[in-house]
């Protein structure tokens, strides 16, 4: 590993924050990646907007417009984009809305879906907007590399990460990817 401490970033868009506890998943060698890295914005961080960062992870597609201005920030700040698991690499799980109109998925959340009171769709000006569609990340900015998975093994973020900050080109074994 490099002497210089480098600056990761992660945050997570239409995620689960799986893909986040199964980083911490690598346990106590965040120790060793605490003496060659540091964190910007993160869950472990208080850090609101992302600075400039050597890596910047990414959970979870992109569904509002919150999502979108995110994910750009992301990208502006930082040198390498990874998108991290199913949800950020074609949508995941929240992207099965896709199939349904918003309408009616609105509907069905807020008006008349089973154990709905005081039925009302949201509408306060400060929420962010939903788009139509669940959309990979990949659609809306530039990314550097992917770890698939649902998530991806803590085995996978030590492995991809260590490779990076040795300064090697990643390679992931071919028993640490899965796709579920
Ligand atoms: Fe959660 Fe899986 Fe999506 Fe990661 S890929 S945010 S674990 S649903």
């Not at 890295?37 to 569904?63: K, N, Y």
């Not at 649902?150 to 900050?165: E, N, Q, R």
Request: hydrophobic residues 40%; glycine residues 8%; charged residues 25%.
């Amino acid at each position: 590993m490099t002497d210089k401490k480098l600056k990761i970033a992660t945050v997570s868009l239409a995620g689960c924050f799986g893909c986040h506890m199964s980083f911490l998943d690598i346990d106590e060698r965040i120790m060793e990646l605490a003496e060659v890295a540091e964190f910007d914005r993160s869950p472990l961080t208080d850090i609101e907007h992302c600075g400039d960062c050597d890596i910047g992870l990414i959970e979870g597609g992109v569904c509002n417009s919150e999502n979108v201005h995110t994910l750009r920030e992301f990208r502006r700040h930082c040198k390498i984009l990874v998108a991290v698991g199913a949800c950020a690499i074609n949508g995941g799980l929240p992207a099965y809305r896709n199939y349904i109109p918003l309408e009616e998925c609105l509907g069905e959340s807020y008006l008349d879906g089973i154990g709905v009171e005081n039925p009302q769709i949201p509408s306060d000006p400060e929420l962010p907007l939903l788009l139509n569609k669940v959309r990979p990340i990949h659609e809306i900015v530039k990314i550097d590399y992917s770890l698939p998975g649902c998530p991806p093994s803590a085995d996978v973020f030590w492995k991809f990460l260590t490779d990076l900050l040795a300064g090697r080109e990643p390679v992931l074994p071919y028993e640490l990817i899965h796709y579920d």
